[in-house]
């Protein structure tokens, strides 16, 4: 249908990148991305007006993303060649715009097209060798400056190899050393650096992504005494193990595996160098509120439950809740991950399956119409009273206004 649409206006249309790497490899892709030489808004524009589809257009990148009714998304882009100038031509202006347009890529293996127009459909475009690489299992630069001209390409190369399988190609490995040898990377932005970091950490299995990044001399451009070693395989292994514990809980709140890995592979940080990394990341502040910015109160509250556990007699549940509440699920997991103790586990998975989720059974009414005056007293009446339901001293609504009244 993409074809037909592209077809009509004169298009030619091209499923590219990702998705024709991963159909020649088996391999399930539902992001697919669509490039079209001429301008892609405009077929993004009909295609949505012939089939019933929402579409989001950025006029500054001529790119636009169509929204299927199955909800799947459609990226396109545009090759921006000067179609109206010389649509006469069109034929050789096509292939050489498609070609440019590849020759941006990062690696050979992402420089395929698929063409879509019903007159050539399935006609596999490789100006660059990817079907060569993929069959060899190389990830290949496109030239010689690929690296200097985007450094962020390190992280790109590592998170392809790794999860294809794959080998970088010796030529490529050389300049990719080189850039790290030059520095190159600490020119990256902290927007960036944390994008192509979030994808490697959000791979199904990030580990030996990051021994690889370890072994290529990346670690330090996060931050210059992050390093690798078996503490942090140790780690990365604890928090699968804990990732997956807690899948099995089947509780509703969805978690950020790649924080966890973030918080495990930072681990060794103290306080001051874990907030630098944080500020090269250039973190946003809703993560660091939400998240990132508890890792020191977690990890505290974490030890205050080991030495209760060591003192031998059970935690009472007020306590539990009181040091759990206000943690997010990731730095609870990570917390799981570092004590690797059974019984610890089992107090957090006490906490989230039945403390978490307990409230009061009086209302602020009720306890106004006892009397109890409103302002901070309330709040920390409220707050009693939560411990007391908490610790099974009060059981009804009776038992909670009869302790307020108290
Ligand atoms: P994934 O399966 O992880 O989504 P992908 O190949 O689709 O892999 P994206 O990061 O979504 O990867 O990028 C889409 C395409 O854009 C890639 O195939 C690649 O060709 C191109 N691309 C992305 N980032 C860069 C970059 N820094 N330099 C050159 N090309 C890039």
């Not at 996060?222 to 990732?243: K, N, T, W």
Request: with cysteine.
């Amino acid at each position: 249908e993409l074809g037909r649409t592209g077809e009509r206006l004169g298009m030619a249309v091209y499923g590219v990148g990702g998705f024709v790497r991963d159909l020649l490899l088996d391999i399930d892709n539902q992001d697919v991305d669509i490039t079209v030489e001429g301008d892609g808004i405009l077929f993004a524009e009909t295609f949505a007006r012939q089939h019933g589809c929402r579409v989001r257009s950025h006029q500054a990148f001529g790119t636009a993303v169509l929204v299927l009714p199955t909800g799947g998304k459609l990226d396109i882009a545009s090759t921006r060649l000067e179609f109206y100038e010389s649509p006469g031509v069109l034929p050789t202006v096509e292939r050489s715009s498609l070609r440019r347009d590849l020759h941006r890529r990062d690696f050979t293996i992402n420089t395929l097209a698929l063409c879509l127009n019903p007159d050539r459909f399935g006609r596999l475009i490789d100006h660059y060798g990817g079907q060569k690489d993929l069959r060899e299992k190389m990830v290949r630069v496109l030239h010689n400056l690929s690296f200097v001209e985007d450094p962020t390409r390190c992280f790109r190369a590592v998170r392809f190899e790794q999860r294809l399988g794959f080998h970088l190609e010796p030529h490529t490995e050389g300049l990719l050393r080189t850039a790290v040898r030059m520095g190159l990377v600490e020119r990256v932005g902290g927007k960036r650096l944390l994008g192509e970091l979030t994808s490697i950490l959000r791979e199904r299995e990030p580990l030996p992504a990051v021994r690889r990044m370890a072994a290529l001399g990346l670690l330090p451009f996060i931050h210059a005494e992050l390093r690798f070693g078996d503490d942090v395989e140790h780690l990365f292994a604890e928090s699968e193990r804990a990732l997956a514990w807690y899948e099995l809980l089947y509780l509703p709140t969805p978690v950020e595996a790649w924080a966890v890995y973030f918080l495990a592979l930072t681990d060794r940080l103290d306080s001051p160098k874990y907030r630098e990394t944080c500020t090269r990341l250039a973190m946003p502040g809703r993560w660091l509120q939400r998240l990132f910015g508890h890792r020191h109160r977690a990890i505290k509250h974490f030890q205050a439950l080991r030495q209760g556990l060591r003192g031998g007699v059970s935690i009472a549940n007020s306590r539990v809740y009181a040091l759990l509440r206000n943690i997010p699920i990731e730095l609870l997991l990570y917390g799981l991950a570092r004590s690797g103790q059974e019984e610890l586990r089992r107090l957090v998975s006490h906490y989230l399956v039945r403390l978490a989720h307990v409230t009061l059974l009086s209302t602020g009414a009720d306890l106004h119409d006892i009397g109890v005056p409103p302002g901070p007293s309330f709040g920390r009446i409220k707050e009693r009273l939560l411990a007391a339901r908490l610790d099974g001293e009060v059981r009804s609504r009776d038992d909670e206004l009869e302790f307020a009244r108290r």
